[in-house]
């Protein structure tokens, strides 16, 4: 089975560009996260997403940053316009169920951004 | 508020080894508790996690924890460290319940198994 898809892996761009990452969650799963990686902070959760609607944006670092769900198997992360410090991995998961007690979490193999 | 404190960043053990990766959790209320192994250039993979029932819990790769409440521990252990052990490990808590979301993650620790 596919897990969870996201693109592109690497990227690398300059600073005041947009960047938007991509999300394809496991098929049949309701509940997806947005996670940052970085050495000073190291995983947060960036924002939830419950059948498709937004439940908890409050990890959303600032404006700059936006999140989509158009539907129950696509997702977007936009930064717009990039900064030197959003330079980090971003993780995709998701889920089946409301939340992460009782099921597993299920993670892509992350997005490496670069801004310069 | 939960928190997730991990001893060590960097942990080395030869091949054949215990593996001891100490985890130390801070909840107010009682907390599921979950391990997750990140290999080079990957995601997060589950190994193991506690929700409620028997205190030893036992993972993949040999890998087991025991919640230990009095301690507000949560050490994963596995008896003989495999060269394919060598990844990061992540801590994580969250609060029991249905529809909680809110995974806080420590900030890992290295394991490196020395041949």
């Known amino acids: 089975d596919a897990g969870v898809i996201q693109s592109p892996r690497h990227e690398v761009t300059e600073m005041g560009q947009e960047v938007t990452l991509r999300c394809k969650p496991i098929?049949?799963?309701?509940?997806l996260f947005w996670y940052r990686q970085t050495m000073m902070r190291g995983l947060e959760l960036l924002i939830y997403?419950?059948?498709?609607?937004?439940?908890?944006d409050s990890g959303m670092p600032e404006d700059r940053f936006s999140a989509k769900m158009p539907n129950a198997s696509f997702s977007t992360l936009k930064i717009q316009p990039s900064e030197p410090r959003d330079s980090a991995v971003y993780f995709c998961?998701?889920?089946f169920g409301q939340g992460v007690s009782g099921n597993t979490i299920y993670f892509g193999e992350g997005s490496w951004l670069t801004v310069v | 508020a939960q928190s997730v404190t991990q001893l060590g960043s960097h942990v080395s053990v030869s091949e054949g080894a215990l593996v001891l990766l100490r985890c130390n959790y801070s909840?107010?209320?009682?907390?599921?508790l979950f391990w997750y192994v990140q290999y080079p250039n990957q995601g997060l993979q589950l190994l193991l996690k506690y929700t409620t029932g028997a205190t030893l819990v036992k993972g993949i790769n040999g890998f087991e924890a025991e919640f230990k409440k009095s301690e507000t521990s949560f050490h994963l252990t596995k008896p003989s460290a495999h060269m394919s052990d060598a990844a990061e490990y992540f801590c994580?808590?969250?609060?029991?319940?249905?529809?909680?979301?809110?995974?806080?993650f420590g900030k890992g620790t290295k394991l490196s198994v020395i041949p």
């Open positions: 998961a998701s889920s």
């Open positions: 994580a808590v969250t609060y029991s319940g249905a529809g909680s979301y809110q995974l806080t």
């Open positions: 909840s107010s209320v009682p907390p599921y």
């Open positions: 997403f419950n059948n498709n609607v937004p439940i908890d």
């Open positions: 098929s049949g799963h309701n509940s």
